[in-house]
Structure formats: structure tokens, C-alpha cells
């Protein structure tokens, strides 16, 4: 049976979603094809009829998951995004969660289409923590809330990897994610008074 160019797009959205989920969770090496394409309910022998590649389909589902992410964190102003950042529940679900905290040390390694990717989906946190904290009007309050939003971003996704590099029931992980937590929600709550 012929399979329509509709369902084709489906099929390969499906398996783009159930990449981003499975990279996350187990990093790009964690993850071959054969066990991609039967989580996504596929063979593996269908997977070249969607990418050129693993690493084709690395980049794309960098930017899903980057796109769950900004679904996810809308409406979030800076300390909403922090708390929720730096919680426990997200720290726990790696393959529901950001794709930086989980996928940057793996990315750095990647080709140059999935560095692109986490490129243009870092700068959309960015552009989002800043949109969270003030309006874009090309003045030094904006290249301020900016350097603000780069040095948030760095140290939220920080605590994140290091919490989530101890033991599950680690009184450390939830202390690292408790201490950054505190730190972050205080700065943001100066810089917003200010």
C-alpha cells in the first residue's frame, strides 16, 4: 500500500518527536537507529527513506526539542522560569525536559548542523528570558537584560547538569538545585526593582 505524502510528513514528525525525546534522555550515542525507529513503531529500514543521516536527524530534533521548550516556558515570566527550571520535576524528566541542560556536552561534539541548531534555539531562550524581563527597545537597558539573560541561562542549565550528575536521592542534587535556585530568583528580583 502506498503510503501518502501527508502521512509521510506525519511519519517523519513522529519520528523526529520520539528522537528529541530519546536523545534527551540518553544522549546521541545512547540511541541508535534500529532502536529509534522501533520506539517510533517503525522499522529500521524506513529511516533512510526520511534522513540522509543520524546526525540530519540529530539537528532536527534539536530543534524540536527546543520548540517543546518555548511551548513550555510561554507566558513564564524570569522568576516563573527559574522556579520551574530548577525544580525537581524537570530535573527528573531528562526527555521532557531542555534540550541544552541535556544535549550540550553531547552537541559540542555533533556536526556543525546540530551546533547550528542550539545556536539559533539558545538564542530563543535568550530572547524569551529577556521578553520575560523587559521590553527589546535597542537601548543598554537591552544589551543589559541580554548579558542578564546569557549569565541566567548558564547558571540555571549548570545546576541543572550538576544536580542531575549525582545520585537520584542525593541530599547534594536537590541542595545544588535549591542553592542556584535561591541565587537566581534573588539576582532577578534585584534587577527587576531596579
Not at 513503531?41 to 543520524?54: A, E, I, V
Not at 525536559?97 to 546540530?114: F, I, K, N, W
Not at 542578564?148 to 549548570?158: L, M, P
Amino acid at each position: 500500500m502506498k503510503v501518502t505524502k501527508a502521512q509521510m510528513q506525519a511519519n517523519r514528525a513522529h519520528i523526529v518527536k520520539t528522537a528529541s525525546h530519546l536523545f534527551r534522555e540518553r544522549g546521541y550515542d545512547g540511541v541508535g537507529i534500529a532502536d529509534l525507529m522501533g520506539a517510533a513503531g517503525f522499522t529500521h529500514g524506513g529511516f533512510y527513506k526520511h534522513f540522509g543521516s543520524k546526525a540530519d536527524l540529530m539537528a532536527e530534533a534539536a530543534r524540536c526539542g527546543f520548540e517543546q521548550g518555548t511551548a513550555k516556558a510561554e507566558g513564564f515570566d524570569a522568576q516563573a522560569f527559574v522556579g520551574y527550571y530548577l525544580s525537581r520535576k524537570h530535573r527528573d524528566d531528562r526527555a521532557d525536559g531542555c534540550t541544552v541542560a541535556a544535549l550540550s556536552g553531547d552537541a559540542a561534539r555533533q556536526p556543525e548542523s546540530t551546533k547550528e541548531a542550539f545556536a539559533a534555539g539558545i538564542e530563543s531562550m535568550l530572547h524569551g528570558l529577556a521578553d520575560g524581563v523587559g521590553a527589546q527597545d535597542g537601548s543598554g537597558r537591552e544589551r543589559n537584560l541580554r548579558a542578564q539573560s546569557i549569565d541566567t541561562i548558564a547558571q540555571v542549565v549548570g545546576a541543572l547538569v550538576l544536580s542531575r550528575a549525582c545520585p537520584d536521592d542525593s541530599p547534594l542534587a536537590d541542595e545544588i538545585l535549591d542553592v542556584c535556585r535561591a541565587a537566581v530568583l534573588s539576582r532577578t528580583s534585584a534587577s527587576a526593582g531596579a
